[in-house]
């Protein structure tokens, strides 16, 4: 029989008061209604389950079934309820109306293809050719590392950091600097402290350091070395620690550090001097 709009709308409206949030609900009424103006006959009603005809002869039909309350729909196969309660389920709120899922797809009728020309510019993790500039933060290598141009492999180029400090420690951050120019001349030995070291190096690997200490008429030198501020006695290159710097000139230190067990650290040190 044809369905009376009046019994449907009493019957939905009752799950929709009862049903969380209100919106979604009442759109769902109003297509109901809507497709019972534009299509009559379209949707119909029975009195119970057992009523409902074959779902495989009714594909894409909708039936109200009074003493349920609630639209069943055919798929061909099964019928399903088309409750608004059941619809939304256990959908958060902020995901449970069309507005909102369509919402949180940017609103975007082609977002399937959308999200795949955009995957389609990343990097894929098999690797690839990067056409524009790279920056970054940190980088980690377990392979080879190969900087070349169009026509030749390019020297990699370090920033060289500055101070103009002359006496004192000199704390070098590891996290921070690979290569330090002490511009002023010093005026004293100094201690320098190599910081952030254990933080940022795992057991078994290394980091190679230079420090450019510009002398005077009276040269100086690194007197004392320090890890993480625990002074540490270096391996000098030739045998022996130098006792001086050279005057009026850059000595140039070269520091590598060998992590070898937690807070325990390696040092392999030399010193040139350049007049």
Same mark, same amino acid.
């Given at each position: 029989?044809?369905?009376?709009?009046?019994?449907?709308?009493?019957?939905?409206?009752?799950?929709?008061?009862? =049903?969380?949030?209100?919106?979604?609900?009442?759109?769902?009424?109003?297509?109901?209604?809507?497709?019972?103006?534009?299509?009559?006959?379209?949707?119909?009603?029975?009195?119970?389950?057992? #009523?409902?005809?074959?779902?495989?002869?009714?594909?894409?039909?909708?039936?109200?079934?009074?003493?349920?309350?609630?639209?069943?729909?055919?798929?061909? #196969?099964?019928? #399903?309820?088309?409750?608004?309660?059941?619809?939304?389920?256990?959908?958060?709120?902020?995901?449970?109306?069309?507005?909102?899922?369509?919402?949180?797809?940017?609103?975007?009728?082609?977002?399937?293809?959308?999200?795949?020309?955009?995957?389609?510019?990343?990097?894929?993790? =098999?690797?690839?050719?990067?056409?524009?500039?790279?920056?970054?933060?940190?980088?980690?290598?377990?392979?080879?590392?190969?900087?070349?141009? +169009?026509?030749?492999?390019?020297?990699?180029?370090?920033?060289?950091?500055?101070?103009?400090?002359?006496?004192?420690?000199?704390?070098?951050?590891? =996290?921070?600097?690979?290569?330090?120019?002490?511009? #002023?001349?010093?005026?004293?030995?100094?201690?320098?402290?190599?910081?952030?070291?254990?933080?940022?190096? +795992?057991?078994?690997?290394?980091?190679?350091?230079?420090?450019? +200490?510009?002398?005077?008429?009276?040269?100086?030198?690194?007197?004392?070395?320090?890890?993480?501020?625990?002074?540490?006695?270096?391996?000098?290159?030739?045998?022996?620690?130098?006792?001086?710097?050279?005057?009026?000139?850059?000595?140039?230190?070269?520091?590598?550090?060998?992590? *070898?067990?937690?807070?325990?650290? *390696?040092?392999?040190?030399?010193? *040139?001097?350049?007049?």
């Amino acid at each position: 029989m044809a369905i009376n709009i009046t019994s449907l709308e009493s019957a939905l409206q009752t799950k929709l008061n009862a =049903a969380t949030g209100s919106t979604e609900s009442k759109e769902f009424l109003l297509l109901t209604k809507s497709l019972e103006s534009l299509n009559s006959g379209s949707i119909v009603e029975v009195e119970n389950l057992a #009523s409902l005809p074959s779902a495989s002869t009714n594909t894409g039909r909708i039936i109200f079934v009074t003493s349920e309350s609630s639209l069943y729909f055919s798929n061909g #196969s099964t019928w #399903s309820s088309l409750d608004p309660q059941s619809i939304v389920d256990g959908a958060p709120a902020a995901l449970n109306t069309l507005n909102e899922l369509a919402a949180a797809l940017n609103d975007d009728a082609n977002f399937a293809t959308t999200v795949t020309n955009s995957i389609a510019t990343k990097m894929p993790l =098999a690797g690839g050719t990067f056409t524009g500039a790279v920056t970054g933060t940190n980088l980690t290598l377990t392979g080879d590392l190969t900087v070349q141009s +169009a026509t030749s492999i390019r020297e990699v180029k370090e920033l060289v950091t500055t101070d103009t400090s002359t006496s004192g420690t000199l704390n070098f951050d590891m =996290a921070a600097q690979g290569i330090l120019y002490l511009t #002023s001349s010093q005026t004293a030995n100094r201690t320098i402290n190599f910081q952030n070291t254990n933080s940022i190096m +795992a057991v078994g690997q290394s980091m190679t350091v230079s420090v450019l +200490a510009t002398q005077g008429g009276t040269a100086y030198y690194f007197s004392t070395v320090q890890v993480d501020g625990s002074t540490v006695t270096p391996k000098w290159a030739g045998g022996s620690a130098p006792t001086e710097g050279n005057a009026s000139g850059i000595d140039v230190y070269t520091f590598t550090i060998i992590k *070898t067990a937690n807070a325990t650290f *390696t040092v392999l040190t030399s010193q *040139t001097q350049y007049a």
